[in-house]
């Protein structure tokens, strides 16, 4: 049992691959978090689905792994530039013979809120969710970075090449 025990505190540790200045760190913030809550509160813990992002030029895309969902139990909200996705998972009882030994599927409430950048369109986010994996895709705003530049004469140049008034920067 002590290494099935091991073995789930090394996978709560993502970070462990990290620079070794942040480590130290992290890991006094897990162990913090870790020891401030009661032994039957983390046997409890709430699911938290992974959240992978994607970048493009004219959107983000978020993946969220929601495996044993159906669409309908999750909820997907955007609030300015925060997308928040929320939902359940209920916990599957084992009716009949048998005693259930060992549980490491996390089940009950879940809120995920990922904070995006300002040059979002949240009006248009659309979703779809398909095998337990939910895509949400965020377009951006595009700014046309297009400037008009004026046209001068040889008087109104200056560090072009032909500086007459300054004949080392002409060579």
């Known amino acids: 049992m002590t290494q099935i ?3 789930w505190r090394d996978m709560e540790r993502p970070f462990t691959g990290m620079s070794s200045g942040l ?3 992290v890991r006094q913030l897990d ?3 870790r020891t401030s809550l009661s032994p039957r509160d983390s046997e409890q813990r709430m699911m ?3 959240c992978d992002i994607d970048e493009t030029a004219d959107h983000y895309l978020l993946s969220f792994d929601m495996p044993g969902l159906e669409k309908d139990q999750i909820d997907i909200e955007m609030h300015g530039n925060r997308l928040m996705v929320s939902g359940e998972r209920k916990q599957e009882m084992a009716r009949g ?3 259930q030994r060992f549980v490491e599927r996390r089940y009950g409430r879940f809120e995920r809120t990922v904070t995006l950048p300002d ?3 949240p009006d248009q986010v659309e979703a779809q969710y398909v ?3 939910l895509k949400v895709s965020v377009p951006k705003e595009v700014q046309s970075r297009r400037q008009k530049i004026s046209i001068g004469d040889e008087s ?4 072009m090449g032909n500086n007459k008034e300054n004949p080392k920067l002409a060579q």
């Open 48 to 50: 938290m689905p992974s």
């Open 23 to 25: 480590q130290p760190l």
């Open 156 to 159: 109104t140049q200056k560090g």
């Open 97 to 99: 013979e048998g005693v």
């Open 119 to 121: 040059d979002i369109k």
């Open 131 to 133: 095998n337990g994996v």
């Open 31 to 33: 162990d913090f978090f």
């Open 5 to 7: 025990i091991d073995l």
